[in-house]
C-alpha cells in the first residue's frame, strides 16, 4: 500500500533530524511506558511509545510485516506527548507516530480532506453548513440522523453529535459582528476553530481579558491552524493554511499573537517543521518569525497574574493540563500561577491532573472504550479533590470533561480559563 506524503525530517530537542534517526534516540529503555496512558490502560507493548518507536523504525527500514497490527498500534496513540515529556533522550514519539500513520495510510479520511477544502477555499460556507447542523441540533433532527450516518460509515459524527449536547446560537464571527468594538494594536487574537465554533463564549471573553489586561488589541478572521489535516495526513493542506496565516499575520503588528486553545497553540508553534523539505528555506524563516510571536493565552494570563483579583466562591478548584498545553508548550506552573491568583484558599492540586482525559480531538470518537476508561480516571480524580470547578484551556478536553461530569462527577463542572479569568474580572461577554 502507497502511503501518504510524510514530512521526512523532524525539529527535535537534538536539533533537525531525519525520522529515521530520531527513531533511533530510542534505547527502549522502558522510562516512557508509566507516563503512557494507553500502555498503563491495557498493559499492550504495542500500545508503548517504545513498541510505536520500534513500529516506525521497522517501517523505515523496510521490515515491517505487519500493517494492519502497526496501523492500529499507531492509530492508538493519543499524541498527548506525556512520553516525550518523560523521556531523557526527549524522542518525539507524537511526530513519529503521525509519520507512521501517513506511510501506512493511503489516504486522509473523506471527511477531512472535505473539511480542509473548505477550511482552505471557502470558510464562509464552512459557517453556514455548520450553523446548518446546529440549527438541526436545537431541532432534535440530529439525532435522527445519526442511525443514517452510521449506515453511511460516518460513526465518527455520529458519535461527535451524540457526545456534543449544546451548541451555540451563534458563532464567535457572529458575535463579533453584532458589536465589533475598538481595535489597537497590543495584540492579535487568533480564533481557534474549537472556541470560534463551537465555545465563543470562551473567545468573547479571551478578547475581554485580553482588552481589560493589555489595553484595546484586534481579530483579523484567521484561517483554521491546519492541526486537523496535518494530524490525519492532508500535510500540503497543512502546509497552505500555515502559509495563508503567516502571510497574513506579517500585516498584524508587532503585538503577540494570542490563542486560547492550547492544542492549536502549540500546533502553531510547531510551523516550522511544515517547511522542512528543500527548496522552503524562505518559508521555514517566515515561519520562525511567526512560531516566536505565537502565545498561549494562558502565558499571558500567567505574566498578569499578580494583577488578577481574588474570586472565590466557585467551590474547590482545580486545574486539567490539557496535554499539548502540558507536552508540547511546557506549561505547567503557569496555570496554576492564574487559579491560584483568582481561587486563593480554594484551589487544590488534582490527582494526576497531568493524565490524557481521552479526549484527543477525534480519539473519544474513534475509540470511545479507551477514551472512556482514561475519562473515568480523570473524573475520579476530580472526585478525589472534592471539585467543584475544573479549569481548562483546550477545546477537545472541554467537550471531554463536561461529558465525563455530566455522567460520572455532576457534582463538578469544566469552564474555559478565559471565562474563568472574565469572571474574576467581572469581565461579561457572549450572549
Same mark, same amino acid.
Given at each position: 500500500?502507497?502511503?501518504?506524503?510524510?514530512?521526512?525530517?523532524?525539529?527535535?530537542?537534538?536539533?533537525?533530524? &531525519?525520522?529515521?534517526?530520531?527513531?533511533?534516540?530510542?534505547?527502549?529503555?522502558?522510562?516512557?511506558?508509566?507516563?503512557?496512558?494507553?500502555?498503563?490502560?491495557?498493559?499492550?507493548?504495542?500500545?508503548?511509545?517504545?513498541?510505536?518507536?520500534?513500529?516506525?523504525?521497522?517501517?523505515?527500514?523496510?521490515?515491517?510485516?505487519?500493517?494492519?497490527?502497526?496501523?492500529?498500534?499507531?492509530?492508538?496513540?493519543?499524541?498527548?506527548?506525556?512520553?516525550?515529556?518523560?523521556?531523557?533522550?526527549?524522542?518525539?514519539?507524537?511526530? /513519529?507516530?503521525?509519520?507512521?500513520?501517513?506511510? /501506512?495510510?493511503?489516504?486522509?479520511?473523506?471527511?477531512?480532506?472535505?473539511?480542509?477544502?473548505?477550511?482552505?477555499?471557502?470558510?464562509?460556507?464552512?459557517?453556514? /453548513?455548520?450553523?446548518?447542523?446546529?440549527?438541526?441540533?436545537?431541532?432534535?433532527?440530529?439525532?435522527?440522523?445519526?442511525?443514517? /450516518?452510521?449506515?453511511?460509515?460516518?460513526?465518527?459524527?455520529?458519535?461527535?453529535?451524540?457526545?456534543?449536547?449544546?451548541?451555540?446560537?451563534?458563532?464567535?464571527?457572529?458575535?463579533?459582528?453584532?458589536?465589533?468594538?475598538?481595535?489597537?494594536?497590543?495584540?492579535?487574537? %487568533?480564533?481557534?476553530?474549537?472556541?470560534?465554533?463551537? %465555545?465563543?463564549?470562551?473567545?468573547?471573553?479571551?478578547?475581554?481579558?485580553?482588552?481589560?489586561?493589555?489595553?484595546?488589541?484586534?481579530?483579523?478572521?484567521?484561517?483554521?491552524?491546519?492541526?486537523?489535516?496535518?494530524?490525519?495526513?492532508?500535510?500540503?493542506?497543512?502546509?497552505?493554511?500555515?502559509?495563508?496565516?503567516? &502571510?497574513?499575520?506579517?500585516?498584524?503588528?508587532?503585538?503577540? *499573537?494570542?490563542?486560547?486553545? &492550547?492544542?492549536?497553540?502549540? %500546533?502553531?508553534?510547531?510551523?516550522?517543521?511544515?517547511?522542512?523539505?528543500?527548496?522552503?528555506?524562505?518559508?521555514?524563516?517566515?515561519?520562525?518569525?511567526?512560531?516566536?510571536?505565537?502565545?498561549?493565552?494562558?502565558?499571558?494570563?500567567?505574566?498578569?497574574?499578580?494583577?488578577?483579583?481574588?474570586?472565590?466562591?466557585?467551590?474547590?478548584?482545580?486545574?486539567?493540563?490539557?496535554?499539548?498545553?502540558?507536552?508540547?508548550?511546557?506549561?505547567?506552573?503557569?496555570?496554576?500561577?492564574?487559579?491560584?491568583? *483568582?481561587?486563593?484558599?480554594?484551589?487544590?492540586?488534582?490527582?494526576?491532573?497531568?493524565?490524557?482525559?481521552?479526549?484527543?480531538?477525534?480519539?473519544?470518537?474513534?475509540?470511545?472504550?479507551?477514551?472512556?476508561?482514561?475519562?473515568?480516571?480523570?473524573? &475520579?480524580?476530580?472526585?478525589?479533590?472534592?471539585?467543584?470547578?475544573?479549569?481548562?484551556?483546550?477545546?477537545?478536553?472541554?467537550?471531554?470533561?463536561?461529558?465525563?461530569?455530566?455522567?460520572?462527577?455532576?457534582?463538578?463542572?469544566?469552564?474555559?480559563?478565559?471565562?474563568?479569568?472574565?469572571?474574576?474580572?467581572?469581565?461579561?461577554?457572549?450572549?
Amino acid at each position: 500500500m502507497e502511503g501518504m506524503e510524510t514530512l521526512g525530517r523532524l525539529l527535535t530537542d537534538l536539533g533537525e533530524r &531525519s525520522a529515521y534517526d530520531a527513531a533511533s534516540q530510542c534505547s527502549r529503555c522502558g522510562y516512557c511506558e508509566q507516563a503512557c496512558p494507553t500502555y498503563t490502560a491495557t498493559g499492550r507493548e504495542a500500545y508503548s511509545p517504545r513498541g510505536r518507536n520500534q513500529i516506525v523504525r521497522l517501517m523505515l527500514e523496510g521490515k515491517l510485516d505487519d500493517p494492519e497490527g502497526a496501523l492500529d498500534a499507531l492509530s492508538s496513540c493519543l499524541l498527548c506527548g506525556a512520553c516525550t515529556t518523560a523521556c531523557y533522550a526527549k524522542v518525539p514519539t507524537p511526530d /513519529l507516530v503521525l509519520e507512521g500513520r501517513r506511510a /501506512l495510510r493511503a489516504r486522509a479520511p473523506a471527511a477531512v480532506r472535505a473539511l480542509t477544502r473548505l477550511q482552505l477555499r471557502s470558510p464562509r460556507t464552512l459557517e453556514r /453548513l455548520l450553523k446548518l447542523a446546529y440549527l438541526a441540533k436545537r431541532l432534535g433532527l440530529s439525532r435522527a440522523a445519526r442511525p443514517v /450516518l452510521r449506515a453511511l460509515g460516518l460513526g465518527v459524527l455520529a458519535e461527535m453529535d451524540e457526545h456534543v449536547r449544546r451548541v451555540p446560537e451563534r458563532i464567535f464571527d457572529d458575535e463579533r459582528r453584532r458589536a465589533p468594538g475598538p481595535e489597537g494594536e497590543n495584540w492579535t487574537y %487568533f480564533a481557534p476553530c474549537g472556541p470560534r465554533y463551537l %465555545f465563543p463564549r470562551a473567545a468573547l471573553a479571551t478578547q475581554s481579558v485580553l482588552k481589560r489586561l493589555r489595553g484595546p488589541g484586534r481579530f483579523r478572521d484567521n484561517r483554521c491552524c491546519g492541526l486537523l489535516a496535518h494530524n490525519y495526513g492532508e500535510l500540503e493542506g497543512a502546509r497552505e493554511l500555515a502559509r495563508r496565516n503567516i &502571510s497574513e499575520a506579517e500585516s498584524w503588528g508587532p503585538g503577540p *499573537i494570542v490563542a486560547d486553545c &492550547s492544542s492549536c497553540a502549540a %500546533f502553531l508553534k510547531s510551523y516550522p517543521q511544515l517547511f522542512l523539505s528543500p527548496g522552503q528555506d524562505g518559508w521555514r524563516r517566515r515561519a520562525q518569525r511567526f512560531a516566536a510571536r505565537v502565545r498561549d493565552a494562558v502565558e499571558i494570563y500567567a505574566q498578569d497574574a499578580a494583577r488578577l483579583p481574588p474570586a472565590p466562591g466557585l467551590g474547590a478548584t482545580c486545574w486539567h493540563d490539557s496535554c499539548r498545553g502540558l507536552n508540547g508548550e511546557g506549561l505547567k506552573d503557569e496555570p496554576r500561577r492564574v487559579a491560584r491568583a *483568582i481561587a486563593g484558599e480554594e484551589f487544590r492540586e488534582m490527582p494526576r491532573a497531568d493524565a490524557c482525559c481521552g479526549g484527543a480531538g477525534a480519539f473519544a470518537f474513534t475509540r470511545p472504550e479507551l477514551s472512556d476508561e482514561l475519562l473515568r480516571a480523570k473524573v &475520579s480524580g476530580a472526585a478525589a479533590a472534592q471539585a467543584r470547578t475544573v479549569v481548562a484551556g483546550s477545546t477537545s478536553c472541554l467537550i471531554q470533561l463536561a461529558r465525563g461530569f455530566r455522567m460520572y462527577y455532576p457534582d463538578a463542572e469544566v469552564i474555559h480559563i478565559s471565562e474563568y479569568v472574565a469572571r474574576a474580572l467581572g469581565e461579561k461577554h457572549g450572549p
